[in-house]
């Protein structure tokens, strides 16, 4: 049974930093590219960022470029999102996701989610 769990989400002011991780069991992490969704309330969910399976392909979406950094520990079946200069904005439900390989900016096309974790930046 895979099991897909987020952590390090919280309450931070704007201008501050977060960690988020993501630890996935019960699938062969080194065979997954990993993505990190958001979702804000009323709004549609998004892809922030995502790793190649072997961590040597990422990929953001513009607003986050130059803030935020995936990264992936595949001997610890563990993802990771440095998040900087947090805004308002990013304020939203962050999710982690696993598909086979190589990154996708679809949803659909990711296999398994976590439950997520709650991102609120305060101006």
């Known amino acids: 049974q895979v099991q897909v769990v987020e952590s390090g989400g919280g309450l931070v002011q704007a201008g501050g930093s977060l960690r988020l991780s993501c630890t996935a069991s019960g699938l062969t992490f080194d065979n997954y590219a990993m993505g990190w969704f958001r979702q804000a309330p009323g709004k549609e969910r998004e892809v922030v960022s995502c790793?190649?399976?072997?961590?040597?392909?990422?990929d953001y979406t513009d607003s986050v470029k130059g803030r935020f950094t995936i990264s992936r520990d595949n001997a610890k079946n563990t993802l990771y999102l440095q998040m900087n200069s947090l805004k308002p904005e990013d304020t939203a439900m962050y999710y982690c996701?696993?598909?086979?390989?190589?990154?996708?900016?679809?949803?659909?096309?990711?296999?398994?989610w976590g439950q997520g974790t709650q991102v609120t930046v305060s101006s």
């Open positions: 790793i190649s399976w072997s961590g040597g392909r990422t």
């Open positions: 996701a696993a598909k086979s390989l190589y990154c996708s900016g679809s949803r659909a096309d990711y296999h398994y």
